[in-house]
Nanobody, 125 residues
Framework: QVQLVESGGGLVQAGGSLRLSCAASGRTFSDYAMGWFRQAPGQEREFVAAMSWSGGSTYYADSVKGRFTISRDNAKNTVYLQMNSLKPEDTAVYYC??????????????????WGQGTQVTVSS
Protein backbone atom coordinates (compact mmCIF):
# COMPACT_ATOMS: atom_id res chain seq x y z
CA GLN A 1 0.00 0.00 0.00
CA VAL A 2 1.04 3.55 -0.73
CA GLN A 3 -0.38 6.63 0.92
CA LEU A 4 -0.13 9.96 -0.88
CA VAL A 5 -0.89 13.31 0.73
CA GLU A 6 -0.87 16.52 -1.32
CA SER A 7 -0.42 20.00 0.06
CA GLY A 8 0.35 23.50 -1.14
CA GLY A 9 -2.80 24.39 -3.02
CA GLY A 10 -4.54 27.71 -2.61
CA LEU A 11 -5.74 30.89 -4.25
CA VAL A 12 -3.35 32.86 -6.43
CA GLN A 13 -3.66 35.64 -8.96
CA ALA A 14 -2.99 35.03 -12.63
CA GLY A 15 0.71 35.19 -13.32
CA GLY A 16 1.57 33.97 -9.85
CA SER A 17 3.21 30.79 -8.63
CA LEU A 18 2.46 27.89 -6.35
CA ARG A 19 4.39 24.79 -5.36
CA LEU A 20 2.49 21.61 -4.65
CA SER A 21 3.96 18.81 -2.57
CA CYS A 22 3.01 15.18 -2.35
CA ALA A 23 4.34 13.10 0.52
CA ALA A 24 4.42 9.35 -0.02
CA SER A 25 4.63 6.51 2.45
CA GLY A 26 4.23 2.77 2.47
CA ARG A 27 6.68 1.49 -0.15
CA THR A 28 10.12 2.26 -1.47
CA PHE A 29 9.45 5.67 -2.98
CA SER A 30 12.58 5.67 -5.11
CA ASP A 31 11.39 2.62 -7.04
CA TYR A 32 8.34 4.05 -8.74
CA ALA A 33 7.30 6.78 -11.13
CA MET A 34 5.15 9.66 -9.95
CA GLY A 35 2.67 11.84 -11.76
CA TRP A 36 0.47 14.87 -11.33
CA PHE A 37 -3.05 15.17 -12.69
CA ARG A 38 -5.78 17.77 -12.41
CA GLN A 39 -9.53 17.91 -12.69
CA ALA A 40 -11.51 21.07 -13.27
CA PRO A 41 -15.24 21.27 -12.46
CA GLY A 42 -17.30 19.44 -15.03
CA GLN A 43 -14.24 18.09 -16.81
CA GLU A 44 -12.40 14.80 -16.88
CA ARG A 45 -9.17 14.31 -15.01
CA GLU A 46 -6.20 15.19 -17.20
CA PHE A 47 -2.52 14.42 -17.11
CA VAL A 48 -0.17 17.24 -16.11
CA ALA A 49 3.33 15.84 -15.56
CA ALA A 50 5.27 12.69 -14.75
CA MET A 51 8.72 11.83 -13.48
CA SER A 52 10.69 8.60 -13.46
CA TRP A 53 11.77 6.82 -10.27
CA SER A 54 15.24 8.39 -10.40
CA GLY A 55 14.11 11.84 -11.46
CA GLY A 56 16.11 11.54 -14.66
CA SER A 57 13.14 11.59 -17.02
CA THR A 58 10.13 13.86 -17.16
CA TYR A 59 7.10 14.33 -19.36
CA TYR A 60 4.62 17.22 -19.50
CA ALA A 61 1.28 18.01 -21.00
CA ASP A 62 1.58 20.62 -23.73
CA SER A 63 -0.68 22.96 -21.77
CA VAL A 64 1.84 23.29 -18.93
CA LYS A 65 5.16 22.81 -20.71
CA GLY A 66 7.53 25.63 -19.91
CA ARG A 67 5.45 26.81 -16.94
CA PHE A 68 5.30 23.79 -14.61
CA THR A 69 8.20 21.73 -13.30
CA ILE A 70 7.96 18.34 -11.63
CA SER A 71 10.70 17.26 -9.26
CA ARG A 72 11.25 14.74 -6.50
CA ASP A 73 13.34 14.28 -3.40
CA ASN A 74 13.70 10.57 -2.81
CA ALA A 75 15.32 11.16 0.56
CA LYS A 76 12.14 12.91 1.69
CA ASN A 77 9.71 10.62 -0.19
CA THR A 78 8.19 13.69 -1.77
CA VAL A 79 7.33 14.83 -5.27
CA TYR A 80 6.74 18.48 -6.14
CA LEU A 81 5.00 20.47 -8.82
CA GLN A 82 6.29 24.01 -9.24
CA MET A 83 3.68 26.02 -11.09
CA ASN A 84 4.66 29.40 -12.55
CA SER A 85 2.84 31.88 -14.76
CA LEU A 86 -0.46 30.48 -13.60
CA LYS A 87 -3.57 31.08 -15.67
CA PRO A 88 -7.25 30.96 -14.71
CA GLU A 89 -7.58 27.81 -16.81
CA ASP A 90 -5.14 26.08 -14.46
CA THR A 91 -7.85 26.16 -11.80
CA ALA A 92 -8.54 22.58 -10.74
CA VAL A 93 -8.10 19.99 -8.06
CA TYR A 94 -4.57 18.63 -8.42
CA TYR A 95 -3.79 15.01 -7.64
CA CYS A 96 -0.52 13.18 -7.32
CA UNK A 97 -0.31 9.55 -8.32
CA UNK A 98 2.10 6.65 -8.06
CA UNK A 99 2.69 3.77 -10.45
CA UNK A 100 4.08 0.90 -8.39
CA UNK A 101 3.28 -1.76 -10.99
CA UNK A 102 6.43 -1.17 -13.03
CA UNK A 103 9.24 -0.36 -10.64
CA UNK A 104 12.29 1.30 -12.17
CA UNK A 105 10.71 1.39 -15.62
CA UNK A 106 10.09 4.60 -17.51
CA UNK A 107 7.06 5.02 -19.71
CA UNK A 108 5.92 8.64 -20.13
CA UNK A 109 2.22 7.83 -20.20
CA UNK A 110 1.14 5.12 -17.83
CA UNK A 111 -1.63 3.98 -15.53
CA UNK A 112 -1.28 4.81 -11.87
CA UNK A 113 -2.44 2.57 -9.07
CA UNK A 114 -2.34 4.96 -6.12
CA TRP A 115 -3.81 8.43 -5.84
CA GLY A 116 -3.82 11.23 -3.32
CA GLN A 117 -6.92 13.02 -2.11
CA GLY A 118 -6.23 16.16 -4.12
CA THR A 119 -5.52 19.80 -3.37
CA GLN A 120 -7.46 22.75 -4.78
CA VAL A 121 -5.69 25.35 -6.91
CA THR A 122 -7.67 28.44 -7.83
CA VAL A 123 -6.23 31.08 -10.14
CA SER A 124 -8.08 34.37 -10.23
CA SER A 125 -8.01 36.68 -13.24
Amino acid sequence: QVQLVESGGGLVQAGGSLRLSCAASGRTFSDYAMGWFRQAPGQEREFVAAMSWSGGSTYYADSVKGRFTISRDNAKNTVYLQMNSLKPEDTAVYYCAADTTRPRAWVPLRKYDYWGQGTQVTVSS
